[in-house]
């Protein structure tokens, strides 16, 4: 049993929502070709760097994670706990809309400077409303020790993970953030004295040769 927490963030498989400019969050879609692709390589990665080592594996409720989680379960033979905490920002009423539509039926909203307690659309979070939901996640993770901790989840969660597992506070998490390839590794450690550590971010390897994985942004 591990002293210390360890959380591998994995964000899912590229979804329909990505090559159908849905504004994504909650909106529910499947895994494309390539995101199943992307999918069974990180399961390959994770199998050969733990090497049969236990680990706890949790995925968020949504489709697209739940698709990636599969392939996660496949590849290491354990269970996946679902956990709704770990969703995506709520995007209220632009759920399955396109970027366009909910451009056109909520004007103002793209552009404008992030702000914490701003509503986006109706039915939505706020940014903080988030951060708070998925820090509650963290913070139980944060003081229970075990094995691994493998979390299949969205590129905003991570975002929210990272930010709370460092002690940010809301205020000092929104003028910072991070990005998530799909299937890019996160891992996050404690050290022995408390310290929390960023060990990986966003790592890709895994990707590499295949069509859309993840270069610099030049």
């Not at 360890?6 to 909106?27: A, D, F, M, N, P």
Request: hydrophobic content about 40%; glycine content about 12%; proline content about 5%.
């Amino acid at each position: 049993m591990n002293e210390h927490p360890t959380l591998i963030l994995v964000r899912h498989g590229q979804s329909q929502h990505h090559v159908l400019g849905l504004t994504g969050g909650w909106t529910e879609t499947p895994l494309t070709a390539l995101g199943h692709r992307q999918a069974r390589l990180v399961a390959a990665r994770l199998k050969s760097e733990l090497q049969g080592a236990a680990i706890r594996l949790v995925t968020s409720d949504l489709l697209c994670t739940q698709e990636t989680a599969a392939h996660i379960v496949e590849a290491l033979g354990v269970a996946a706990t679902v956990d709704a905490r770990v969703r995506e920002h709520n995007n209220g009423d632009a759920v399955n809309l396109t970027m366009e539509q909910a451009g056109q039926r909520f004007p103002g909203v793209f552009g404008r400077p992030w702000e914490l307690d701003f509503r986006p659309f109706p039915n939505s979070e706020t940014s903080r409303e988030f951060y708070e939901r998925v820090g509650g996640f963290v913070d139980e993770a944060g003081t229970t020790s075990g094995p691994p901790l493998i979390v299949v989840t969205h590129g905003g969660t991570i975002a929210n993970i990272v930010g709370r597992w460092l002690r940010l506070s809301a205020e000092a998490f929104s003028q910072a953030g991070c990005d998530a390839h799909p299937t890019g590794l996160t891992v996050l450690t404690e050290g022995p004295w408390g310290q929390r550590r960023i060990e990986r971010l966003n790592d890709v390897a895994h990707l590499q040769g295949i069509e859309g994985w993840a270069r610099l942004p030049v």
